[in-house]
């Protein structure tokens, strides 16, 4: 099992309230992602980063944001929940050495907003 | 960016038997990976082959990549209930090997 965490697990919450979603590794990689998913869909990539202070939008727009200002740690933010938000986000983090283009995912984070 | 397209879309197997899916894509790739995903939780690493490997083994796994057909599969030998998952290929994605696409994935059932 990779170590990387994320928290919470599952969060229900009510329109407009701020929110974010915690995610960490600890096995020093450099690059982080976080992918949205409805239930049997594919994966879609919402943001990357590929070190500190880097951070891009990936190919699904999304009015989150997210922050990279220690390697281990990658946190979204959402400013103001709305139920079109509601989905499963999953983080991950890759190895920048060589060709080992693998990642690793965390858990997983289930929201819902009513 | 481009995206698999996994084959089938579900499957339902008996335990014992063999499970095998496929992920066709369009444009060349480098590498290609695939991925587990049990029940809504994150996803696991299985296996990545590159481009100039045919066929690679991973334990019960064998993953082939025919780049002329632009098509993969992955074969599941002897299944058993808890190979019971979302199979998911993945392909780089805007140029980089560190950026990937996932396809709908596989469903597959193993049946005790």
């Known amino acids: 099992e990779a170590d990387i965490y994320q928290t919470p697990r599952y969060l229900v919450i009510g329109t407009g309230k701020k929110i974010t979603l915690e995610c960490s590794q600890t096995?020093?990689?450099?690059?982080m992602y976080w992918y949205q998913q409805d239930p049997g869909m594919e994966l879609h990539l919402i943001h990357y980063s590929y070190g500190v202070n880097s951070t891009e939008k990936g190919d699904l727009s999304s009015e989150s944001t997210v922050s990279r200002i220690r390697t281990e740690h990658f946190p979204l933010t959402l400013e103001s929940a709305r139920p079109s938000h509601t989905s499963q986000y999953l983080c991950?983090?890759?190895?920048?050495?060589?060709?080992?283009?693998?990642?690793?995912f965390g858990p997983g984070t289930r929201l819902t907003v009513t | 960016s481009q995206q698999g397209e996994e084959d089938p879309q579900a499957l339902s197997i008996q335990e014992g038997e063999n499970a095998t899916m496929n992920c066709s894509y369009k444009?060349?790739?480098?590498?290609l990976q695939w991925y587990r995903q049990n029940s809504g939780r994150g996803l696991v690493h299985l296996i990545l082959i590159r481009s100039n490997e045919r066929e690679k083994h991973s334990g019960r796994l064998r993953v082939t990549l025919d780049t002329s057909k632009k098509s993969s599969s992955l074969l599941i030998t002897a299944s058993r209930a808890a190979d019971t998952a979302s199979y998911f290929c993945a392909l780089p994605s805007g140029g980089s090997n560190y950026k990937l696409t996932f396809g709908k994935g596989t469903l597959l059932t193993v049946n005790p």
């Open positions: 991950a983090s890759s190895d920048v050495k060589g060709t080992r283009y693998e990642q690793y």
């Open positions: 096995m020093g990689h450099d690059k």
């Open positions: 444009t060349s790739i480098n590498n």
